[in-house]
């Protein structure tokens, strides 16, 4: 298949979904009336409907999914391990740490950055800590150093909650484990936006980067391609990506995983056609799952996660049965 | 002279017995149970409340409950404080008044009150628990009297929209203390037109859609919780009718204090 007619057909289904996903909602609303609300309707409940709660909610569905999908493909290009993905190895969990954090401390209340920008600095962390682990220790080493992280991080964000003086706080641990996007509102979207933006131009412009690596470190040195300032873009593009993506919807796992692993047979298996392959394939998975878990338990706010995790746990398992035997 | 001695004798026990009867030290393990308590509890009567109570964005009493010492529920302390007897809700935890009660502590539950006639029952209930029935007389027929005048001063007329709305998209049902207080401050509920007696949750969609006139919004709590964030959504500020914060503490429990926050939502008509 050709790049072109790949992200062609991507982007076909992506808008389709994104369409499906306004005509997705509790209230039942003929899909022209429900489209003509949101184009014209003014102040009245349905234009609110359309324009306040599901055109915010669409939008994020397709950065969150794009930015996860992206990182996914990228960490596992740097990695080259196809299970580096940004949720099972522990960097999402650590974003939601850090957002945990910017909430209680009252940071985020104060500065509209601080939630996204500790975040970013939560996934910086941990993405620095995964690469001095386990770096060049294999696919073992990467999944213990993952496992390890995200207790961790896990743990201390339960912390965070639990001491919080908010009677709701602890129950929001669901919340920054499995991930939502329900009554999201154009203020999430102007918080994660730019920092999506910025780690998604980052970690495309890797992709020559990558494409040299897969003829390892040496070779990519010889070609020209500097290997400091590439992981430096990977490890940023990543943080800024997921940190604002799990700032606003919470973990959702495993879509850098079952992305890159479908698409990659249709690019060849080359990192930089892989890349913005793999960000269409994860805005397009986010949007499915969304819709889903608003078909499934309609009001009752069914969490991305669970979804994600029953789509990805199998594929996480197949990679593992692939690679018996390997280091 | 014998029979003058007799007549002295039970002049003593006449008035003694009642007191004989009630409980001298009584403990409360429920938020609601401390209110009530505090307020018709016999002097020394009530030796622990809970530190709720203390509370002031769950307690309507949380100045005049410093005057008592605080317990935090466990069935260990409540029992070292000597009891004849716990009052608990239905929803304190089950184990600990199992516990007490195997202990041999005698444990009075209470309902939450749904109803203004739920409310005067537990106030007659708690009297006679306490044995200060005409305390708790007076305190009903007060309670009725005001409601009386609140009701009167009601005009037929339109009765605008109103729906409670709280973290987790929580409205509650119309068969409740606040679906009865709003329909007594001259409110149709939402949830009485949507025929959900009992509290449930309705997605901020359903609610935008549905266009009320007034929805009461509960107050936003210290630190931050993603629980609470749809209640600042701008959907929700967008709607043309109003938005009243009611504190928790107003309603949340069955006292005769519900009647202000009855007062101050009828000014919002």
Redesign the interface.
């Known amino acids: 298949m050709t790049e072109r007619s790949l992200h062609t057909g991507l982007g076909l289904v992506l808008v389709a979904l994104f369409v499906a996903s306004l005509l997705t909602g509790v209230a039942e609303v003929a899909p022209l009336t429900a489209l003509k609300a949101l184009l014209t309707g003014g102040e009245g409940p349905l234009g609110l409907v359309m324009r306040e709660i599901r055109l915010p909610r669409a939008i994020l569905a397709v950065l969150v999914g794009a930015s996860l999908g992206l990182s996914g493909a990228a960490m596992q290009g740097l990695l080259r391990n196809p299970m580096a993905e940004p949720g099972v190895i522990g960097i999402s969990a650590a974003a939601a740490l850090g957002a945990v954090i910017a909430l209680q401390t009252g940071l985020a209340a104060s500065f509209a950055l601080a939630l996204p920008l500790a975040a970013l600095l939560g996934a910086l962390i941990g993405v620095a800590a995964i690469l001095f682990l386990a770096g060049r220790g294999g696919t073992l080493a990467l999944i213990l150093a993952g496992i390890a992280l995200s207790a961790l991080a896990a743990a201390l964000t339960s912390l965070v909650l639990n001491l919080s003086p908010n009677p709701f706080a602890a129950q929001d641990i669901v919340f920054w484990m499995m991930g939502s996007l329900a009554d999201c509102s154009f203020t999430h979207v102007a918080i994660a936006a730019p920092f999506i933006a910025l780690g998604g131009v980052l970690l495309v412009r890797s992709g020559r980067g990558l494409e040299a690596l897969t003829l390892g470190e040496e070779a990519a040195a010889s070609m020209g391609i500097d290997l400091t300032r590439l992981r430096l873009a990977v490890i940023l593009g990543t943080a800024a990506s997921v940190g604002a993506a799990t700032a606003v919807a919470g973990t959702v796992g495993f879509v850098g995983l079952v992305v890159p692993h479908l698409l990659r047979p249709l690019v060849g298996a080359s990192p930089a056609r892989l890349l913005p392959a793999a960000a269409l394939g994860g805005a397009v998975l986010v949007l499915i799952a969304d819709i889903a878990v608003r078909k499934v338990l309609p009001g009752q706010d069914l969490k991305l996660g669970v979804l994600m995790a029953l789509v990805g746990a199998p594929v996480f398992l197949n990679l593992i049965w692939r690679m018996r035997g390997q280091p | 002279m014998r029979l003058a001695l007799l007549c002295g004798l039970l002049l003593c026990l006449a008035p003694a017995l009642p007191v004989a009867a009630a409980p001298a030290r009584v403990v409360s393990i429920n938020l609601c149970t401390d209110q009530l308590a505090m307020m018709l509890a016999a002097p020394g009567q009530l030796v622990s409340i809970t530190h709720l109570a203390r509370d002031p964005a769950a307690s309507v009493m949380a100045e005049a409950a410093k005057a008592w010492p605080t317990n935090r529920g466990q069935a260990e302390e409540v029992y070292l404080l000597h009891p004849d007897l716990v009052l608990a809700g239905r929803y304190t935890a089950q184990p600990t008044v199992a516990m007490l009660r195997r202990l041999g502590i005698p444990v009075a539950v209470f309902e939450p009150a749904d109803s203004f006639a739920d409310m005067q029952a537990d106030i007659a209930r708690m009297g006679a628990l306490l044995g200060r029935e005409p305390e708790a007389a007076a305190m009903a027929g007060a309670f009725a009297a005001r409601l009386a005048r609140i009701r009167a001063a009601n005009l037929p007329g339109r009765r605008p929209l109103a729906a409670t709305w709280s973290?987790?998209?929580y409205m509650s049902g119309h068969e409740s203390l606040a679906g009865e207080i709003l329909t007594t401050a001259g409110f149709d509920t939402l949830a009485a037109r949507m025929g959900r007696a009992q509290g449930s949750?309705?997605?901020?969609?359903?609610l935008?859609?549905?266009?009320p006139d007034l929805v009461v919004i509960g107050r936003i709590?210290?630190?931050?919780?993603?629980?609470?964030?749809?209640l600042t959504?701008?959907?929700l500020r967008?709607?043309?009718g109003h938005r009243a914060a009611v504190e928790d503490r107003d309603w949340i429990c069955g006292l005769p204090s519900v009647l202000d926050a009855t007062d101050r939502l009828k000014d919002m008509k």
């Open positions: 973290a987790r998209g949750t309705l997605p901020l969609e359903a935008v859609l549905a266009d709590g210290p630190g931050s919780s993603r629980a609470e964030e749809p959504h701008p959907a967008a709607l043309t």
